[in-house]
């Protein structure tokens, strides 16, 4: 995290993270708005893990979530979170995408904002039949026309690999682990990620 | 225009710009208010795709054209290959589709001079004109200014960009006439640079100016280096200096150069940060370098605290300035200490320090905390 979070920042990501029980978040609630920010005590610390966990799964949620673009004016995505930020999310695409209703479908049902709305919408319908009651919006008509193969994404992220410069570790580092374990993707193995076994047969 | 003819001009026109270095759209001040309602210039971006290479793909970063009448030794361009164009409305709408589907957070559009360089550049500036005026995008736009444009072009690029930067490549004149003889280092780059630097300074460019520097290409020492780091900070106001370590494109003059060591280039860009966000004098980093000029293999600041022979600081009592001289203790931590301090709070432990960000490991040898020091460097 680069920015120092304010107390309030603080209290207000606590509430989403399940770890988070009522009576720590009342210490924290107690507690002096310098230690908390720098983080002074090792309560302090504990919060301010709790609150980035909150913002890293923000981020990875704006991060991951793709959109798909229907003639109504509306971009769709489907998303994962493990933590409740849906509503967070779909206001922040709403702000990217300014001229688009934003539907975001996950778990916990599909989330709708857009403009003129005041608050996200929550409903359990399927994605469809939300999206078969919106109809054209005022200013997206120009967006008719893009029409992007999903092939063209792959051919500009195999266009930006240089091989003389190949970094495997810096590579891992940015990847999730999850991804590390996809067909055709290998860690090679050194000392510390290999077993007994392994060395007994190498 | 089919799929397959565009996929070919990005595996292409993307290929050709891998060697630009751009950071993601998140340098940016913020959306202008002047520019449409699609796109955001600094706030969480998309997922940056990682490659083997280590380096992350956030924007739509390609060439307009790769057909160049420039001949520079070490440039992919100058290779025979295949050739390849993008029509304006073809890269808009291409751009477009890639940041609806939240692929791409901004766009870097630069290119190789293709007969003249207004030419190109007006090229450019019409494919930009269509994402900011038809599409209404408001996002983050770097722009490459070509050598050799004309001012009234610099001036319509900068209405529409966030960010512009020409390449200097090499630290001085001869420098760059032995590796691209075809550009003059005054005419060419620097007056580009004045242009764009006078229209930042009216507030056109929210992501300011930078350049890049092809780091080994023209035997330069890092002692040139600095001193070209200094005078482009001082008099061209840039945000920052992008460094590429040389690498030998296949047939090309210099295909059988040796490549720079990568670890040259990580060293030059932690003195930029020490010049740049630390701002210290280049007369004090000069310190950290070797007899022969260049940088040796270790972090710039730890050379320094050590050659400097840096005395203990107290975390509770020293200032500002020399707690950000202490290796392991950056401007965030160093303001963290000075705030608890401000709230009468004295750290007492070195867990303390751990816990507000200081690296220990590199800190511990140059700081005192309870009037103790340990004495060893760990690092």
Redesign the interface.
């Known amino acids: 995290m680069n920015y120092r979070m304010r107390k309030d920042q603080i209290l207000g990501l606590l509430g989403r993270n399940p770890k988070c029980d009522i009576k720590f978040h009342s210490r924290i609630e107690r507690m002096d708005a310098d230690s908390l920010e720098n983080k002074n005590c090792t309560e302090a610390c504990l919060a301010h893990r709790f609150a980035s966990e909150v913002l890293s799964e923000i981020d990875r949620v704006m991060a991951f979530t793709k959109f798909k673009f229907s003639k109504a004016g509306v971009l769709f995505g489907e998303c994962s979170p493990n933590l409740p930020v849906e509503d967070i999310v779909a206001r922040y695409f709403h702000q990217k995408y300014a001229l688009f209703v934003i539907i975001l479908h996950s778990h916990r049902g599909t989330y709708i904002f857009g403009p003129e709305f005041e608050c996200v919408i929550r409903t359990s319908e399927p994605i469809d039949a939300v999206m078969s009651e919106i109809t054209g919006l005022p200013g997206t008509e120009v967006f008719l026309d893009l029409d992007v193969s999903p092939n063209a994404w792959e051919a500009l992220y195999r266009s930006q690999y240089i091989p003389q410069r190949k970094n495997l570790k810096q590579f891992y580092a940015v990847l999730p682990k999850k991804y590390q374990r996809l067909e055709g993707l290998t860690v090679e193995k050194g000392f510390f990620n290999r077993s007994l076994e392994e060395f007994a047969t190498a | 225009m089919g799929?397959s003819a565009?996929?070919n001009k990005?595996?292409?026109?993307?290929?050709s710009s891998?060697?630009d270095i751009c950071q993601s759209s998140s340098c940016g001040s913020g959306p202008r208010p002047d520019r449409g309602?699609?796109?955001?210039a600094s706030?969480?971006?998309?997922?940056?795709?990682?490659?083997?290479?280590?380096?992350?793909?956030c924007l739509?970063?390609?060439l307009l054209t790769n057909k160049c009448i420039h001949d520079c030794k070490y440039c992919e361009n100058s290779a025979p290959g295949p050739r390849a164009e993008f029509e304006p409305q073809e890269l808009a709408?291409?751009f477009?589709?890639?940041y609806?589907?939240?692929?791409?957070e901004g766009l870097f559009l630069s290119s190789a001079v293709c007969g003249d360089a207004d030419r190109t550049a007006e090229r450019m500036i019409e494919a930009v004109s269509l994402v900011r005026n038809?599409?209404?995008f408001g996002?983050y736009v770097h722009l490459k200014v070509l050598p050799g444009m004309s001012y009234e072009y610099v001036k319509q690029m900068s209405e529409l960009a966030d960010r512009m930067s020409i390449n200097i490549e090499a630290p001085s004149h001869q420098q760059l006439s032995e590796i691209a003889p075809n550009k003059d280092l005054s005419n060419d780059i620097i007056k580009r640079q004045d242009a764009i630097r006078e229209f930042d300074s009216k507030g056109a460019l929210s992501a300011g100016q930078t350049t890049q520097l092809i780091v080994g290409a023209a035997d330069e020492s890092d002692s040139d280096i600095l001193k070209m780091m200094e005078w482009q900070y001082k008099n061209q106001n840039l945000k920052r200096i992008y460094f590429s370590?040389f690498?030998p494109c296949p047939n090309t003059p210099m295909s059988g150069k040796k490549?720079t060591p990568?670890s040259r280039e990580h060293r030059l860009y932690q003195t930029d940060w020490l010049l740049r966000v630390y701002k210290m004098p280049v007369k004090e980093i000069t310190g950290a370098l070797g007899e022969d000029g260049n940088l040796p293999n270790a972090d710039p600041k730890t050379v320094l605290a050590v050659n400097g022979g840096l005395k203990p600081v107290d975390v509770n009592s020293a200032q500002y300035r020399e707690l950000l001289r202490v290796p392991g203790i950056g401007p965030?931590s160093a303001s963290?200490i000075l705030?608890?301090r401000?709230?009468q709070?004295r750290i007492t432990s070195y867990k303390?320090l751990h816990?507000?960000?200081v690296v220990l490991k590199r800190a511990t040898p140059f700081i005192k905390v309870n009037g103790w020091t340990q004495a060893r460097l760990i690092a």
Not at chain 2, 10 to 15: D, F, H, P, Q, T
Not at chain 2, 44 to 52: D, E, L, M, R
């Open positions: 799929f565009t996929e990005i595996r292409i026109l993307g290929s891998k060697y309602p699609i796109g955001a706030s969480f971006g998309v997922c940056k795709s990682a490659t083997p290479d280590g380096r992350t793909v739509l970063k390609t709408r291409l477009m589709g890639l609806l589907q939240n692929r791409v038809k599409y209404q996002g370590a690498g490549a990568l965030q963290r705030a608890l401000r709230a709070k303390e816990n507000i960000g």
